[in-house]
């Protein structure tokens, strides 16, 4: 069971971010949150979601799914996400799973662009 | 203030660079609520020293839906009145968890600075640099100053920096809703802009209760009339507007929504990319974000194709032009070319129709509703927070069920009659 994200879905309305904060420190702290829209390349209009998981960190891109495995070498060619690293030290996705509601950032997901997924 | 509050207040002098720090009083808070109401308190306060409160909403920042606004109050240099503009996109959010519930500034700098608002702290830092850079490169060269690309910045292009009654205040890359001409008041404090970043924390006094509530709300209306639409066109037309989908459509990359707002209101135009281009732009500017259906609709209302109707939004606002009173002494002028309309921009002169009664922004313009009831609404969007345009799709979200919010979030008891003193207060 997983978080799937439909990037092309998602407007970038963080709502999956606060809820998250929530779930981590009963209070608004966007600091804390394991799923971010990263939004950092406004003027080019391109985002799309990060999710931390316990073993991967998985960047839903407009046009693809890209999952790092955490503690393993990255490309050296390729360009790192500048909102990548900070998500590394956050705590992993744990699907709220003391949350009778079920994960909230699919909850308050406005336009449905978060589900549950059988696959891991 | 203990919840949803940074319980913080700053005074800016920019005269004696003195900056004072208040608590945010309950009082205050009981009296007025938030948002417009307490800017407005706050207005009142200083109005001997012509200045501009800045400050969020009661619910804004939190998952109540549509919880994206802010609001900066100040006399506006075209009308002489009292007026309120909208802060949307993420930053109405990002001055919610700065650190500061109000921004107070008054006076005038001697020479040109800008404010850095984050962690509980503000800067009043030189801008000499950034004097005479148009409002695209005065984000970016702040982003890059600070090395944070979400910072949220509204600021002012050379319109202005030279006191143009047509100057607006932008929102980072974008146009606001400022038709108060809110840009030369800025310019004639020597202000070139505001950046500001949140990085804060919101306590909640019944978060249990509080959270269960927004979901159950969001669930009660995300089935309604706007469900399933996004855009500024269809915003548009959920609104009673002309619906131009099918002239806009073909250059709209993606739609973005402001910050937790469930419809998206703003739509992406490629100008130079294929608007089907899924990866990131090799371009640094491929195009334009659209937030500004006035402007777009007195736009196409000249005969522009789309593409150079979005030209002409997108100079404006590096000029921090207001686009829909740009269009309007365009077509009083007879301009109806859009490359003309860009090289005349720097000089353009002329005045606009007021804009409506003035007090807030026609740039949430509703057929649907009448003058009176529209001002109410839009009065109650911005002492809570709510986004202006989703406040008008979305009527579900009722006065009481804002209260009822609200008194879960803070401990404290708001009533309808509290609210409509309230109101009396901010439209007079």
Redesign the interface.
Known sequence: MGIKIDA?AC?????CE??CS?HR???????SSCIVPY?????????GVILKEEDSLVAAR??GLEINRIGEEQDPEKEAD?SAKPMLLREACDLCEDMD?GP?CI??C??DAISLSDED | MEYLSSDKIAIIDLTSSKIIEEDLPEELVEENVGGVGITTALYKRFEGEDPIVLGAGLLTGTLVPGAALSVMTAKSPVSGKISHIPVTLHAGMELKYSGFDYIVIKGSSSKPVFLWIHDGIVDIEDAGDLWGKDTWAATDHIRDLMGDNLIQVLGIGKAGEKGSDLAQVCINYWASGDRAGLGALFGRKNLKLIAIRGMGLLEIADPEEFVETCAEFLDDVREGEWAGKSGITRTSALLGGEDISAWLDPLVHRHMACFNTPLATNSFVFLDEDPGLLKESASEEPGFLVNDMGALLALKGLGLSASDACSVMKACAKQGLNGSAVAEICGKNGMTEAKKIIDALPDLKGSASPDGAGLFSSWAASLKWESKEWERRQAVAYIFGIHPLFALVCPELTEEKLLELSSLATDLEFTSEGLDDVIAQVTG
């Open positions: 092309l407007t970038a309305c963080m709502a606060l809820a929530y420190d009963d209070a608004f702290a966007l600091l939004r950092a390349l406004e003027k080019k209009n391109y985002f407009p046009e500048a509601q909230l909850l308050f406005p336009v």
